[in-house]
């Protein structure tokens, strides 16, 4: 395993070889497994014949395949040491598929802010099971996580349907400015991931030719994040948690196991 890059100082790194190729495997069969089953919540992210950007999310506790490699891949160990945590917990899952013939970019964003989570400490792992392009893959601007949080919108329609108008700064044009950010990203192979914090503006490219984009990404959270109820709906949604969970307590619940504790197994 090789990392390539600095979580704290650029909210992003690359780890070359995470996990073994059994649980490359694995991944795919989750994802592939959710494309033929998939919940309520999914939705198709492309618009009109530019291919098809499907994403799910939240699927672990009905695909086994997911359970498993969240829990036996070793992947919540790197995401711990990562994070400095003592307890890594899974905030969820979300698989993201472009087929091919999606030119569609994702576009520049943080994930925190559609999110009912407060802190720092925090990881996702974005974890491809195809071979990805540079210029397909997820690239990030260095250093954002440390800056403010900028206004969530819709990928497909630019709707602000999480922060009112205004309450958050509006996202800078990063593309027609780019000798103005620290822009990263990553050749990928499958078993080499990207972990990034929430915070941390990103971005994808479509896919061209007959290359599939199937990515596995897990959200991981350390001991110190905290629920923060929100009065819209978030993305993904965790409908009468805040019946459960008061402003500001710790993540302990059943939607969001513990998967590794510092020094000790998690069975």
């Not at 497909?156 to 990203?185: C, M, N, T, Y």
Request: hydrophobic share 40%; glycine share 8%; charged share 25%.
């Amino acid at each position: 395993m090789h990392i390539d890059g600095d979580l704290a100082r650029d909210g992003v790194c690359c780890v070359r070889g995470v996990t073994t190729p059994e649980f490359v495997d694995l991944a795919r069969e989750a994802i592939e497994e959710n494309l033929a089953d998939l919940s309520p919540g999914a939705k198709r992210a492309s618009a009109g014949d530019d291919g098809a950007f499907v994403e799910d999310f939240c699927s672990w506790q009905r695909i086994p395949a997911i359970e498993r490699f969240a829990r036996e891949s070793g992947v919540a160990q790197v995401a711990g040491e990562l994070m400095g945590a003592r307890q890594v917990r899974l905030y969820h899952d979300h698989v993201l598929v472009k087929e091919p013939g999606t030119r569609q970019r994702t576009p520049w964003h943080q994930d925190q802010p559609y999110y009912n989570v407060a802190g720092a400490q925090n990881v996702s792992m974005w974890f491809p099971v195809d071979p990805v392009a540079r210029e397909s893959t997820l690239e990030f601007v260095a250093g954002s996580h440390l800056g403010p949080w900028f206004m969530p919108r819709t990928f497909l329609d630019d709707q602000a349907k999480w922060f009112p108008e205004g309450s958050l700064a509006e996202l800078p044009d990063i593309d027609a400015h780019p000798e103005e950010f620290r822009v990263l990203g990553w050749e990928l192979e499958p078993g080499d991931a990207v972990f990034f914090n929430m915070a941390t503006l990103h971005a994808a490219g479509g896919v061209s030719g007959t290359n599939r984009r199937r990515v596995l990404s897990l959200r991981f959270l350390g001991e110190e994040m905290r629920h923060a109820p929100r009065a819209w709906t978030t993305s993904p949604p965790f409908p009468g948690l805040e019946d459960e969970l008061p402003d500001g307590a710790p993540l302990d619940h059943p939607l969001f196991p513990v998967l590794w504790e510092r020094d000790r197994a998690v069975a």
